[in-house]
């Protein structure tokens, strides 16, 4: 292959790969708002939150597995906790109110974290050795393979579980239509523990492969501001929307930093995707994928 | 919570409640339906039908409202302060105005979900789904497509056969007929009185059709301005001039009547 062009495809795959992780956290952000219409601004404090306690009983000895299943169970409780403390005694407020909340509740949520485990930047090794493979002469990060497929992996699970299981069917029906679920008996309250507890999973998931990537510091939790964007582009309330514009995102950052970068003067990718988000809220406010009611004409 | 036929089911005792903070939509209603009846609620726009209809399911702290005054019995027992989900799986199901379908799921996706909230087995779900297409064949035919792409008529059908799922002992309907064409509305009406008369379902039924509504009920009971005004059977109301002129548009019955006119604003 020409080398420009092996290193543009390059480049794109390694843009959409790193995409698939923003999905990822913006999944945690969709699995709530669809369900409560609330933006959970805490997403990323939770995402910290995970990484955090895995790597800190790593770091006290426990194995891998014990470590990862302790994690689990410490972000359901973090989940159910913000759900049942907070959220529900505002249930029937104003959106506005409820994001007030959580942006409290993520501040608490790093405090808390910097109490119980202290300041200092980890080292996380998922044990994935980095070395680049080559696929007819485009080089492709091992361990950004290795993000993207535990990432798909869990939006299949998710997928699967929304489609094929009766919580699943319950959770539809209440993102469809929350007085009528709750007209023909749904358990409401039930139901957002459920995503709460997801999202709590999917946060730690995210953390663990960004924490890998970027290292575990208070900064991880800033990567609500990478899916913010992508939120904006697939809609709020898609989870398929929120994995097409984590790609569009991904792939779009690279390529701009490559070769708009160094007209400009580089530092393209950190405010790019807010520019294709501005330009995609003008022409589409509900997003990509974004809810457009089921009517017809 | 047992009652036997003719008994009260559901009894309101002069409700009031009130919207938004202080906006009073019921002041003062008072309703009865026995065991197996069909009672319609029958009011013109805003008079405090859906108000009343979703205080009875307690549907209203969802909407912004709250019962400020009153009582509200079911099956012997004071209800007001009972979650939605516990009177449905006692029985009480409401089927709410506008349809409200999961437009995004299936028809059949709309139908399980009405049973899941009665934790229905598998087994059961399926006899039930299939109870359900009986009633309503054309539901059957579009089981498979998004409940937002049926005709209104259907997602009626699927509104209440969503309802049916859950076992209902007496099922809440708001204005049925909305936005129907009347051949539907008789369809749907037609299959409800069957289930009244064939399984016993106790009916309360919001109508702002009221010559609708007193062909098809065995009481009515009339809401003018957040009060109930009017209780009578339905049969006995259909010859009652007032109730002829003001809200069937009919001159007056052969007879001549010595009522004076009811007090309300047309």
């Keep these: 292959m020409n080398p420009e062009l092996s290193f543009f495809v390059e480049v794109v795959v390694g843009g959409l790969l790193s995409g698939v992780m923003y999905a990822l956290v913006a999944i945690g952000f969709v699995l709530i708002y669809k369900t409560s219409g609330v933006l959970n601004f805490a997403q990323g404090a939770m995402v910290l939150f995970a990484a955090l306690t895995f790597v800190s009983l790593v770091e006290w000895g426990l194995p ?203 530092g393209i990718e950190g405010w790019i995707a807010y520019v294709a988000a501005l330009a995609l809220l003008l022409i589409r406010p509900s997003g990509l994928l974004g809810q457009r009611s089921v009517e017809r004409a | 919570m047992t009652t036997a036929p003719g008994e009260d089911l559901l009894r309101v005792e002069a409700l009031e409640a009130i919207y938004g903070g202080g906006i009073r939509a019921l002041s003062g209603v008072d309703l009865t339906v026995r065991e197996g009846e069909i009672v319609a609620l029958a009011g013109s726009n805003g008079a405090g039908k859906t108000t009343l209809l979703r205080a009875i399911a307690n549907l209203l702290t969802a909407t912004g409202g709250r019962i400020t005054a009153g009582r509200v019995a079911y099956a012997g027992r004071d209800v007001a302060r009972t979650r939605t989900d516990v009177l449905v799986r006692n029985g009480l199901v409401s089927v709410l105005e506008g349809r409200h379908c999961f437009r995004s799921l299936t028809v059949e996706e709309n139908l399980i979900a009405g049973g899941l909230g009665r934790g229905s087995g598998r087994a059961e779900l399926q006899a039930d789904l299939q109870r359900v297409y009986a009633l309503f064949p054309r539901l059957a035919q579009k089981r498979s497509l998004p409940a937002g792409l049926v005709s209104g008529g259907e997602q009626q059908m699927t509104a209440i056969g969503r309802a049916l799922m859950g076992h209902p002992r007496l099922l809440v309907l708001d204005e049925p007929s909305m936005g129907l064409a009347p051949l539907v509305t008789d369809e749907i009406y037609r299959i409800l009185g069957a289930l009244n008369r064939s399984d016993g379902l106790t009916l309360l039924v919001a109508e702002q059709n009221v010559a609708l509504a007193l062909r098809h009920a065995h009481r009515c009971v009339v809401l003018e301005t957040g009060r109930s005004i009017l209780e009578g059977l339905a049969a006995d109301l259909r010859t009652r001039d007032d109730i002829r002129q003001v809200y069937l548009g009919l001159g007056p019955a052969q007879r001549v009547s010595k009522r004076p006119p009811l007090p309300m604003e047309v």
């Design chain 1, 64 to 266: 891998f597995p014990a470590a990862l299943i302790a994690t689990l169970a410490v972000m359901v409780v973090v989940g159910l906790a913000v759900e049942r403390a907070v959220l529900r005694p505002l249930v029937n407020q104003p959106p506005i109110t409820l994001f007030m909340a959580t942006l409290g509740v993520a501040y608490v949520i790093e405090g808390a974290a910097q109490l119980v485990w202290g300041t200092q930047v980890h080292g996380l090794d998922l044990g994935i050795d980095d070395t680049p493979l080559e696929f007819g002469g485009v080089l492709v990060s091992r361990f950004d393979l290795f993000a993207a497929a535990v990432a798909g992996l869990m939006v299949a699970l998710l997928t699967l579980f929304f489609r094929y299981t009766r919580t699943g069917l319950a959770f539809r029906a209440v993102a469809d239509d929350p007085l009528a679920a709750l007209s023909i008996g749904l358990r409401l309250p039930r139901i957002w523990s459920a995503v709460w507890i997801a999202s709590g999973i999917v946060a730690l998931v995210a953390g663990l492969l960004w924490g890998a990537r970027l290292g575990v510091q208070f900064s991880l939790s800033l990567v609500v501001l990478k899916a913010l964007p992508v939120l904006v582009l697939g809609g709020f309330d898609s989870i398929a929307g929120a994995i097409v514009a984590g790609l569009i995102v991904g792939a779009a950052e690279k390529l701009a930093e490559v070769y708009l970068g160094p007209f400009i003067g580089g």
